[in-house]
């Protein structure tokens, strides 16, 4: 298999206040993990691509110093929404891909966050 | 940018029907990719297509791919009740970068 779990599955929190939420490849080491935010009946919305050790590639618009991104090992990423906002509530979802075939993205299961 | 742009956006149709749902897409790819997601889910991959392939099946999916008009189609074929979901295709931005741009997705509806 290829599992990649996400924790937490939802999370409620203030304006002002920082989130993280981690993403695990559970039976395989993450070559490549990548950060996607999806709005309601909308389509995934690629943030930033990350590699174990080295600094994100985030996408043209998106704020590097709000999503913080740390992949600190082959199997784990976490996205942290710092002073997060009403605008931020989103499904934030993540995806690895491993080797040899990296053409496929394995998800997780995703994170739905409410900023009040 | 988003460079897939779905159609139909919503499908609904009676379980046993096949239900086709298309892809454009505007650049060079080098394949494209076909993903289910269920309502607040994370995606499944259902199937991917290189750009030297036409066709290609999976038990009951079916997808075409046409490189001159830039388009791609996914058939499922005797829909059952838990088909029901978005599916979304899904190309790769650049060669070798691994990113995947993802189309606004169709949105189907199999009714029992």
């Known amino acids: 298999g290829a599992v990649v779990s996400q924790h937490p599955s939802w999370v409620i929190c203030k304006s002002g206040t920082s989130v993280k939420i981690e993403c695990r490849s559970l039976?395989?080491?993450?070559?490549?993990m990548f950060w996607y935010r999806q709005f309601p009946k909308q389509s995934l919305m690629l943030m930033a691509t990350s590699n174990e050790g080295s600094k994100a590639t985030y996408e043209q618009g998106v704020e590097k110093d709000k999503f913080l991104i740390n992949h600190a090992s082959l199997t784990l990423s976490t996205l942290t929404v710092t002073s997060a906002h009403p605008e931020d509530s989103s499904f934030y979802i993540c995806?690895?891909?491993?080797?040899?075939?990296?053409?496929?993205?394995?998800f997780g299961p995703g994170t739905r966050l409410t900023v009040l | 940018s988003q460079q897939g742009e779905e159609d139909p956006q919503a499908l609904s149709i009676q379980e046993g029907e096949n239900a086709t749902m298309n892809c454009s897409y505007k650049?060079?790819?080098?394949?494209l990719q076909w993903y289910r997601q269920n309502s607040g889910r994370g995606l499944v991959h259902l199937i991917l297509?290189?750009?030297?392939?036409r066709e290609k099946h999976s038990g009951r999916l079916r997808v075409t791919l046409d490189t001159s008009k830039k388009s791609s189609s996914l058939l499922i074929t005797a829909s059952r009740a838990a088909d029901t979901a978005s599916y979304f295709c899904?190309?790769?931005?650049?060669?070798?970068?691994?990113?995947?741009?993802f189309g606004q997705g169709t949105r189907l509806t199999i009714n029992p």
């Open positions: 039976d395989f080491q993450a070559t490549t």
């Open positions: 899904a190309t790769d931005a650049s060669r070798g970068a691994q990113k995947l741009v």
């Open positions: 650049t060079s790819i080098n394949n």
């Open positions: 995806s690895a891909t491993r080797q040899p075939s990296t053409d496929t993205q394995y």
């Open positions: 297509i290189r750009s030297n392939e």
